[in-house]
């Protein structure tokens, strides 16, 4: 038993401030809130330049006002020869669209091919949706045994604005850390890359 303590520990590494470099990150929230955008401008203040394996139809960089390599996802999974990145930032946006285009594909379970994309040095970061429950809003639509198991989980959740007598707050787009090994700042960052 004694010869497998570990004594040999990696530094903790962040990348857009609240990712795990090197992990399976999810950010997920309400549909429209700005969860891709906001990720990227993230990683583009750090001057890095993510891959988006894109199952959204998202809008250009230009339109979206910053910078990343813009992928179609659904063509790389099923292209068998595509060339695997190594040491990248790769997005996955969103969850339900990669998941549904996984199968015919490629052998194994989705998070497997994330899994291998990760043993390539790569951080993955998985865009996602909350479920629509109204008494609690902050679970993803994903598998509760995947999540469990990601190195970061973020919450991301429109705040309107309040008015009363004595005090009046503005609206804005909070990411809530719900997990994220490393990190130590706020659990609530109000908004974030706004």
């Not at 309400?30 to 203040?45: A, D, F, H, M, Q």
């Not at 990343?68 to 996802?73: F, K, M, S, T």
């Not at 959740?157 to 850390?177: F, H, M, Q």
Request: aromatic share 8%.
């Amino acid at each position: 038993m004694l010869k497998h303590v570990v004594t040999d520990y990696s530094p903790t590494a962040l990348v857009g401030g609240v990712f795990r470099k090197g992990g399976i990150n999810l950010i997920y929230g309400e549909s429209g809130i700005g969860k891709t955008v906001s990720t990227i401008r993230s990683l583009n203040k750090e001057g890095i330049v993510p891959i988006l394996l894109d199952y959204d139809n998202n809008d250009s960089p230009s339109t979206n006002k910053c910078d990343y390599l813009h992928i179609n996802g659904r063509a790389f999974l099923h292209d068998k020869d595509a060339t695997i990145p190594t040491d990248k930032v790769i997005i996955v946006d969103t969850w339900v669209s990669y998941q549904s285009n996984y199968y015919g594909s490629r052998e194994g379970a989705p998070i497997e091919f994330l899994e291998s994309l990760k043993s390539e040095g790569n951080t993955i970061i998985i865009v996602a949706h909350n479920k629509g429950i109204a008494t609690k809003k902050d679970i993803p639509d994903m598998d509760e045994h995947i999540v469990n198991h990601l190195s970061a989980k973020l919450f991301m959740e429109y705040v309107p604005g309040k008015t009363t007598a004595k005090l009046k707050t503005s609206e804005s787009v909070d990411v809530i850390v719900m997990k994220c090994r490393g990190y130590s700042g706020p659990r609530r960052i109000t908004n974030w890359m706004r």
